[in-house]
């Protein structure tokens, strides 16, 4: 099962401007991470926000927690083509479960 | 460093066949997880292995097995293979000690197999 929902399922934007993508998630946590994937391809760690931390940049990617609501939104600035790719969240559970769950991805679709 | 191996990149089998997916992982890297890719299921996470000890598994059937070798190189088999096995196998190495995951994970490419 999936711990965490995104939204939307599917973003086209135009180049140049900013996507955000939104994550929700069921129980408590130790991190949240941010993963792209390219059709067909392995994902690629993005950023790791641990659950005591409120904000964190890496680049052009902006993400915020909130553990309060469980949810997490990931902001890519001034997109490009290149960012055109499959976005998920991946929650790491507190306790000592171990896994990651990852959530269901947002498709991010950047129009030259 | 190279990255996260996984072979062989494609794989067609006939339902009831077994299959054995082999995974290379990071250099210095002893933690090894598998997930089953789908369109309708998403990501799930089959297992983790770290220093050749199972520590984690997935809801997934006992057709679905693995082991992790002393050098930390990992293979998966699943046995008695239906067409819902069809997906996308990925593995993830990382640095990822004791207690929870706060290390990124490295994916391999995936190994893609089509039951048919």
């Known amino acids: 099962s999936q711990q965490g929902e995104e939204d939307p399922q599917a973003l086209s934007i135009q180049e140049g401007e900013n996507a955000t993508m939104n994550c929700s998630y069921k129980?408590?946590?130790?991190?949240l991470q941010w993963y792209r994937q390219n059709s067909g391809r392995g994902l690629v760690h993005l950023i790791l926000?641990?659950?005591?931390?409120r904000e964190k940049h890496s680049g052009r990617l902006r993400v915020t927690l909130d553990t309060s609501k469980k949810s997490s939104s990931l902001l890519i600035t001034a997109s490009r083509a290149a960012d055109t790719a499959s976005y998920f969240c991946?929650?790491?559970?507190?306790?000592?479960?171990?896994?990651?769950?990852f959530g269901s991805g947002t498709q991010l679709t950047v129009l030259p | 460093k190279a990255g996260v191996t996984q072979t062989p990149r494609y794989l067609i089998k006939t339902r009831g066949q077994q299959v054995t997916l082999s995974c290379s992982p990071i250099?210095?890297?002893?933690?090894v997880s598998w997930y089953q890719q789908t369109p309708g299921q998403g990501l799930q996470f089959l297992f983790e292995?770290?220093?050749?000890?199972?520590?984690n598994k997935g809801n997934f059937p006992g057709r679905f097995s693995g082991r992790q070798f002393s050098n930390s190189r990992s293979e998966m088999n699943v046995s008695t293979l239906e067409l819902g096995d069809s997906a996308l196998y990925l593995c993830?190495?990382?640095?990822?000690?004791?207690?929870?995951?706060?290390?990124?994970?490295?994916f391999g490419n995936g190994t893609r197999l089509t039951v048919t």
């Open positions: 250099s210095g890297h002893r933690s």
């Open positions: 926000i641990r659950s005591n931390e």
């Open positions: 991946a929650t790491a559970p507190s306790g000592s479960a171990r896994q990651l769950t």
């Open positions: 129980t408590s946590i130790n991190n």
């Open positions: 993830a190495s990382s640095l990822s000690g004791q207690g929870p995951p706060n290390s990124p994970l490295h």
């Open positions: 292995y770290f220093s050749e000890t199972q520590r």
